[in-house]
């Protein structure tokens, strides 16, 4: 079983694993710990409850009645399992509830496996934004919530 809680003190650290793990230019410790403080940002854990390992984590930070998501990152040896998507809808549930009318996002133009969860989620394909990314130099798919 997985359980979904705030990131905090004692979980910050399995994320920035999770982010070194799944991200060429993930989330740096020191950064994911300054957002423990940002009053904008929202961020949430996957645990699984057997081993208390920090196996998913998502997190968006509200300007207003927009929100950025942040990275949604599974382990690899987890995904498949709807994990991506409960975080996500727990993303959208905890953001409507605070005013959000509106989500957005970016993901690599080139990551299907993302593409197609934020679709199946309700997110649209608004276009792309080129060079986005570095490390390796890529588009960004731009994606809308409403």
Known sequence: ??????????NVEGVAVLEK???SDGWSLNSLKEELNNPNAVYFVMKDENSSEVVAAAGMIVSFDIADIMNVSVKKEYRRNALGSRLIERLLEDGRKIGVKE????????????????????????????????????????????
Do not use: Q, T
Request: without cysteine.
């Open 1 to 10: 079983m997985f359980v979904i809680s705030p990131m905090n003190d004692e």
């Open 21 to 23: 793990e799944n991200f």
């Open 103 to 146: 989500f957005v996002l970016e993901v690599r133009e080139n990551n299907e496996a993302a593409r197609k969860l934020y679709e199946k989620e309700g997110f649209v394909f608004e276009g792309i934004r080129p060079d986005f990314y570095s490390n390796p130099k890529e588009n960004a798919a731009l994606y809308r919530y409403k």
